[in-house]
């Protein structure tokens, strides 16, 4: 017989203070358990917890750092340890939701070129979504996504810009 995960269904209850409209209810809720987990916690509760504040937060470049902190947190979680929570969880398959949100953060921060190189290791990792609402979902947002970054161009490197003024 398992134990409930304790933190997960705070975190959980965090979720629906977002979804029922009380961001900052959530914030406040994310902040004290992100602060009881901290860096050394669970990587598997850093991450889905980072993944949900990142959405939450006004400032592109603090939703950008939740959102790095997520990526980070999942390079540690096993699918063992995310079966844990769900049996049918891979943790490859958070990888396209990962990718998407850091893609769509650095176009807000106007960085066409990290939000391509995000979007595509979001495509690298679509076999990992099944052919259901929220793989059609996620896959229909990265082709959202990069239909606009393909009417943008690409933010140019300092190299880039150096060698230009030079020839």
């Known amino acids: 017989m398992s134990t409930e995960d304790q933190t997960m269904k705070r975190i959980g209850e965090a979720m629906a203070l977002q979804h029922a409209g009380d961001p900052g209810g959530a914030r406040r809720r994310f902040s004290e358990i992100w602060e009881e987990i901290a860096v050394d916690g669970d990587p598997f509760h850093r991450c889905v917890l980072a993944h ?8 592109p470049r603090d939703e950008l750092a939740w959102d790095l902190r997520a990526l980070e947190a999942a390079a540690s979680v096993s699918d063992d340890r995310a079966k844990q929570h769900d049996s049918s969880l891979a943790i490859r398959g958070f990888y396209p939701s990962l990718h998407l949100n850091l893609a769509a953060d650095f176009h807000k921060l106007a960085d066409t070129t990290q939000a391509r190189a995000h979007l595509a290791k979001a495509r690298e990792h679509f ?23 393909g009417q943008e161009h690409p933010t140019p490197s300092p190299t880039a810009g150096e060698a230009n003024q030079s020839a």
């Open 52 to 59: 949900h504040m990142a959405d939450l937060q006004p400032d």
């Open 127 to 149: 076999d990992a979504l099944n052919d259901d609402d929220y793989g059609r979902g996620i896959r229909s947002a990265v082709q959202r996504l990069a239909d606009q970054l």
